[in-house]
């Protein structure tokens, strides 16, 4: 069985290792947990934010970059090839793991492959798979713009049943050029996400690929924050292999697009800001890639929906 924090650790130990030149920081806490500094008191890097990518999906894919042009504009976007979408995706990617902290205002949400291992409270995305890790070490990945306090740490290695100093765990604010490239890299999981809330066997995927636009940044978290899942919603195509029917295909893919939802048509900010700043108070069929291509195995048939927004993006990024 694939253990999904042993694979990742491979690509912690890299960046241990060369931890200065990928842009990276490197802190022990007390209790002898590893922090891996990728964007907030440290710049992080183009290096840096593809080996953050990459253990998010447990190591099993990979993580490229390539042109994305906006009208005359060359920016960036990041390639994600993922092998196995179940452990990959659904078991680590996902930020699903909330834990709450006492005397902060909002609750660390965990990525990674220690979610896999966390015996305590598992998130309600493992009903999905039955997946489960069984490993010494623990990984796990937070979006965040404040350090990772020793109790934090220590509540994370607990409930994955790891000694602290087997802890490592990886942070990038969303003003970060790490978390920029991270978030776009969610393309393939926030495609599987859609189709499992749509009813669809995840079981039946077989591999997944995708890009993501990577928006410019600016030193604002809320700005950061709504260009990034712009990124997602506007700028982001994903193709997911499956074993399925055609029938199934084609039902399905017209609703895991943004463009279904009655949202759709405006930068995620404003939409955001209308919610009252409430993620739960945004129409769940919106957290959805901007285009999708399901291919089916069984017939050789490919069904395709949605379309990049190059209107919404640039309205969003200039």
Same mark, same amino acid.
């Given at each position: 069985?694939?253990?999904?924090?042993?694979?990742?650790?491979?690509?912690?130990?890299?960046?241990?290792?060369?931890?200065?030149?990928?842009?990276?920081?490197?802190?022990?806490?007390?209790?002898?947990?590893?922090?891996?500094?990728?964007?907030?008191?440290?710049?992080?890097?183009?290096?840096?934010?593809?080996?953050?990518?990459?253990?998010?999906?447990?190591?099993?894919?990979?993580?490229?970059?390539?042109?994305?042009?906006?009208?005359?504009?060359?920016?960036?976007?990041?390639?994600?090839?993922?092998?196995?979408?179940?452990?990959?995706?659904?078991?680590?990617?996902?930020?699903?793991?909330?834990?709450?902290?006492?005397?902060?205002?909002?609750?660390?949400?965990?990525?990674?492959?220690?979610?896999?291992?966390?015996? #305590? =409270? @598992?998130?309600?995305?493992?009903?999905? %798979?039955? /997946?489960? !890790?069984?490993?010494? +070490?623990?990984?796990?990945?937070?979006?965040?713009?404040?350090?990772?306090?020793?109790?934090?740490?220590?509540?994370?290695?607990?409930?994955?049943?790891?000694?602290?100093?087997?802890?490592?765990?990886?942070?990038?604010?969303?003003?970060?050029?790490?978390?920029?490239?991270?978030?776009?890299?969610?393309?393939?999981?926030?495609?599987?996400?859609?189709?499992?809330?749509?009813?669809?066997?995840?079981?039946?995927?077989?591999?997944?690929?995708?890009?993501?636009?990577?928006?410019?940044?600016?030193?604002?978290?809320?700005?950061?924050?709504?260009?990034?899942? #712009? =990124? @997602?919603?506007?700028?982001?195509?994903? %193709?997911? /292999?499956? !074993?399925?029917?055609? +029938?199934?295909?084609?039902?399905?893919?017209?609703?895991?697009?943004?463009?279904?939802?009655?949202?759709?048509?405006?930068?995620?900010?404003?939409?955001?800001?209308?919610?009252?700043?409430?993620?739960?108070?945004?129409?769940?069929?919106?957290?959805?890639?901007?285009?999708?291509?399901?291919?089916?195995?069984?017939?050789?048939?490919?069904?395709?929906?949605?379309?990049?927004?190059?209107?919404?993006?640039?309205?969003?990024?200039?």
């Amino acid at each position: 069985m694939i253990s999904i924090n042993r694979e990742a650790m491979k690509v912690v130990r890299e960046i241990l290792a060369s931890a200065d030149a990928l842009g990276a920081g490197v802190e022990t806490l007390f209790n002898g947990a590893t922090v891996i500094d990728m964007g907030l008191d440290i710049k992080g890097g183009w290096r840096a934010a593809r080996l953050y990518t990459l253990i998010t999906i447990a190591g099993l894919g990979e993580v490229s970059y390539e042109p994305f042009m906006i009208g005359d504009k060359s920016l960036s976007a990041v390639r994600v090839m993922i092998d196995h979408p179940m452990e990959g995706c659904v078991a680590s990617q996902i930020a699903g793991w909330r834990l709450e902290e006492a005397g902060k205002e909002h609750a660390a949400i965990l990525a990674g492959p220690g979610r896999a291992l966390n015996q #305590d =409270s @598992l998130d309600h995305y493992f009903e999905w %798979t039955d /997946y489960r !890790d069984d490993h010494h +070490e623990s990984v796990v990945a937070i979006q965040t713009s404040e350090p990772v306090s020793v109790s934090l740490a220590d509540t994370i290695a607990s409930s994955c049943r790891v000694e602290a100093d087997d802890l490592y765990i990886l942070i990038a604010p969303n003003r970060s050029l790490v978390c920029a490239v991270q978030v776009a890299a969610r393309i393939v999981e926030q495609t599987i996400h859609r189709m499992a809330e749509e009813g669809f066997d995840l079981e039946l995927v077989r591999f997944a690929s995708g890009f993501g636009v990577i928006p410019p940044l600016i030193d604002d978290d809320l700005v950061s924050m709504g260009r990034i899942n #712009d =990124s @997602l919603l506007y700028g982001g195509a994903s %193709t997911i /292999y499956v !074993d399925s029917t055609d +029938e199934v295909c084609a039902d399905l893919v017209e609703r895991v697009v943004s463009l279904a939802s009655d949202a759709y048509g405006r930068p995620f900010v404003e939409i955001y800001e209308d919610a009252d700043r409430d993620f739960y108070n945004i129409p769940i069929d919106l957290h959805s890639p901007a285009e999708v291509h399901i291919n089916n195995l069984a017939s050789g048939n490919t069904f395709s929906a949605g379309r990049i927004n190059y209107e919404v993006l640039t309205e969003s990024f200039f």
